[in-house]
């Protein structure tokens, strides 16, 4: 029995070694994507500064689009008012590092005209949702959290 668990044990070591030979040398990790998705505004200071936070976490190691629907789009207008609540940075700060850190920031272009607005009321740095950029930000899975 003994005998049969280290031959099979050996097996299996030289199945991993000869895959991680067949790998070509550099090869990229595909890393997973942070889809983060915020349909509320300044009537849910906590939830909005929350999934702002998490997007920033995230994007430390992983490529992160956050999308602002419904209420959402409200807090990235150039005249959004700063939200706070807690001890979260305030939206408009959150806003601009989220960009500093190279993360997509795009609002609803449906939930824009349903609000009487165009992309031109866009805070700077904030995208006109379009499906390319959802599929495209990321070569590997796509994670969603929403708030």
Same mark, same amino acid.
């Given at each position: ?9 050996? /097996?299996?070591? $030289?199945?991993?070694?000869? =895959?991680?030979?067949? !790998?070509? @040398?550099?090869? &990229? +990790? ?11 505004? /300044?009537?849910? $200071?906590?939830?909005?500064? =929350?999934?702002?936070? !998490?997007? @920033?976490?995230? &994007? +430390? ?28 940075? &305030? ?57």
């Amino acid at each position: 029995m003994a005998t049969m668990r280290r031959f099979l044990l050996a /097996a299996v070591a $030289a199945a991993v070694l000869m =895959m991680c030979a067949a !790998m070509p @040398a550099g090869a &990229a +990790e595909k890393r997973d994507g942070m889809f983060i998705h915020i349909s509320h505004g /300044a009537d849910s $200071a906590h939830r909005v500064l =929350m999934a702002m936070n !998490m997007a @920033a976490m995230m &994007a +430390e190691d992983h490529p992160v689009l956050v999308y602002f629907d419904i209420k959402g789009i409200e807090v990235v207008l150039r005249d959004a008012k700063d939200i706070t609540y807690s001890h979260f940075p &305030a939206s408009k700060q959150q806003l601009q590092n989220l960009l500093k850190k190279g993360v997509t920031v795009m609002a609803c272009p449906g939930c824009l005209k349903a609000a009487g607005k165009t992309a031109a009321d866009l805070a700077p740095g904030v995208k006109v949702a379009d499906k390319k950029t959802f599929f495209g930000f990321t070569e590997g899975r796509i994670i969603t959290l929403d708030y």
